[in-house]
């Protein structure tokens, strides 16, 4: 199981399955912290809403980006 913790800030979604209208596969996205989402295997997403909702945290993979990409996401 993958280990999400305060320094992640961004994921690549790999599974969209039952939220095809939310997330992209192969898609970057920024999370925000939620300790106690993870206890139970959720991370907190900004999706394609723009809004932050929970999904399960097996849909993605942590990634570290370059400072210089990180900033686009402000």
Do not use: W
């Amino acid at each position: 199981m993958l280990k999400f913790n305060l320094e992640t800030k961004f994921v690549v979604c790999i599974n969209n399955q039952d939220y095809q209208a939310s997330l992209e596969v192969r898609k970057i996205y920024q999370i925000i912290p939620d300790n106690h989402a993870g206890e139970h295997q959720f991370i907190r997403v900004i999706d394609e809403s723009r809004e932050d909702y929970l999904y399960p945290s097996a849909y993605f993979v942590p990634i570290a980006l370059p400072k210089a990409v990180e900033a686009v996401f402000g």
